[in-house]
């Protein structure tokens, strides 16, 4: 049988002040509040806990329910509870208003996000500090397609002191014989654009970046048909952009010096 939401939020401890009407729960020993949450991204990544204009209801109900939520809200902000959330499914047609519909008995920690003046729960997944370089860019991207053409996002917390942890890498013996010949094959002109050099080193050579075409990591060889001295631009174009392919295709095409590995 399915579980009431009322004994599905008391089982984690929280309480509201009204069991009809509420959609937001705390639980004050374990500092934790709980949102019944609208998904807004199809996965799952990012809800609706609260809206502005909720707090208008027909026949006045959910006045108290909005401001326990804006309380709920507040408690996360600057008390440091912990936001979890539980999907509510939107009955048919979507409702503006909090009625409430089905729901899953599924809580999930979540990040308290403010756009637009509403307030949203987003997967800690996507806004938790990361040591993973690569994962860092794509959860940055996720919440920099979130932000798009809104205005006023708040400025972020972010971290006075970022955590730090240890960690195991493995690192390949590079030959400085083959990155120092790569180096002055194009007369210090990117191998990739041939733009000069953006500047000079300190020691009074034109800064440009050896990048292997076959990464390392991939089984690449550390070779001079495998490396290619480039400015920084193409670089990471070459790492990121949407037409890495093609532009690498392009510079296999016009140095006879490249071997495909
Ligand atoms: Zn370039
Ligand atoms: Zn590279």
Redesign the pocket.
Known sequence: MAISRRNFIENNGATCNNWRSSWSFVNHNEKRVIFGAWEVEKDGSLSRILATDWQFDKIGRTKSAYNQALEHIRLVKDEDYQLMTFPIKHADPVPVQTSIGKFVPELTSKTLKQIDGDWFALDSSVSDPTNNFDEYIRRSNVVRHLNEGRKNTPKPKGSIKPDKTFTTTTSYYRDPEVRAWVLFENDGACEACDNKAPFTTTDGSPFLEV??LVRLADGGPDVVDNAIAVCPNC?RR??YSSDRNTYLDKIYAKNSRLKRH
């Open positions: 990048h292997h670089h070459l790492h």
